[in-house]
């Protein structure tokens, strides 16, 4: 592919191969430090349009991450709008989602089943830091697993709200938490874990990625507890199967309530749907009179 135009910087919607990526602006950094410094990455404004081919095409906020991207492309007077991953709810860390108007709406489906509800963060947030003191009380640690990108830096600045005390990160998580600082993204003081100097970790709060959990890595904080920050912790058979002590249920994805009311919005007469449960969706759309169907693309669960 010769042009790539991105919505975001997650790896399954980001990928090496192409000779140019366009990006929106917020999210350039994002992407230039995911695909290595050579790498020739286009930043453009939201609601800028540029040209590809014959299509004029434009990017708007999706609310999903740092410079996450609807990409609308109208060509022979027809509109469409692929979603990317988008969420509805506050975002400290991104620009809110903007709704569009389009023919053909293509969404995503990842938390597309009635279970999937979202409370309100900051609520979700305040256990998180209950739980995190009540640790502390207990003498150990708390060990945090949060997606690197995005769910991390959104945890570290919704905790404004309650502490100024740093949370230390693992790597992976303190080398993009960085790239949303430089970016101007506020979020508590962060420490980055180094095996160079001996650390007492009892009483605090570790954010590392789900890939660091049940690994040597671990060993150094001692006796923790654990904890999962996703979607997924919505259902308790997947808190049960993952075996972290507590979930915490913080999306970075529409949950059911926001795909119904984004994709009836958007007033398209067809919505194709990528990313799991697309069947469920599919069937309330039609019964409202919009031509839906799953579209095979991909995408995975993001990392
Ligand atoms: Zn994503
Ligand atoms: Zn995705």
């Keep these: 592919m010769q042009t790539a135009v991105i919505t975001h910087a997650h790896g399954d919607h980001l990928r090496h191969g192409s000779a140019r990526y366009i990006v929106a602006r917020p999210g350039a ?7 290595g410094s050579g790498q020739p990455v286009t930043a453009v404004d939201y609601g800028t349009p540029f040209t590809v081919g014959a299509a004029r095409v434009s990017l708007h906020p999706a609310g999903h991450v740092l410079g996450s991207a609807q990409v609308r492309i109208e060509h022979a007077g027809e509109v469409w709008v692929v979603s990317g991953d988008y ?6 860390t991104c620009t809110p ?21 979202w409370a309100p963060t900051p609520q979700v947030v305040e256990e998180i830091v209950r739980w995190w003191r009540a640790n502390r009380d207990r003498g150990i640690a708390s060990a945090l697993f949060c997606y690197a990108l995005g769910k991390s830096q959104r945890v570290l600045a919704e905790l404004r709200a309650f502490t100024d005390e740093p949370v230390y ?22 420490l980055t874990v180094t095996s160079e100097k001996k650390t007492d970790y009892r009483g605090a709060l570790i ?26 912790m919505r259902v308790r058979g997947d808190r049960r199967r993952r075996g972290y002590d507590r979930g ?11 795909l119904l009311e984004t994709c009836l919005a958007t007033g398209a007469r067809r919505v194709l749907l990528t990313h799991g449960h697309s069947d469920a969706l599919a069937r309330y759309l039609t019964e409202r009179g919009v031509s839906a169907s799953a579209l095979q693309t991909a995408y995975g669960a993001d990392e």
């Design 97 to 117: 989602f903007e709704p569009l108007q389009c023919d053909v709406f293509i969404s995503e489906a990842t938390f597309a089943l009635p279970v999937y509800r």
């Design 29 to 35: 950094s994002l992407a230039q430090h995911r695909l």
């Design 87 to 92: 969420k509805r709810q506050p975002d400290p």
């Design 207 to 232: 954010i590392a990625p789900p890939s660091a959990a049940g690994t040597p890595w671990m060993r150094r904080f001692g006796e923790h507890a654990s904890g999962f920050c996703s979607g997924w």
């Design 248 to 258: 915490f249920v913080i999306s970075d994805h529409a949950d059911w309530p926001a």
């Design 169 to 190: 990160v693992h790597g992976a998580v303190g080398a993009l938490t960085d790239v949303y600082r430089r970016a101007g993204v506020e979020m508590v003081p962060t």
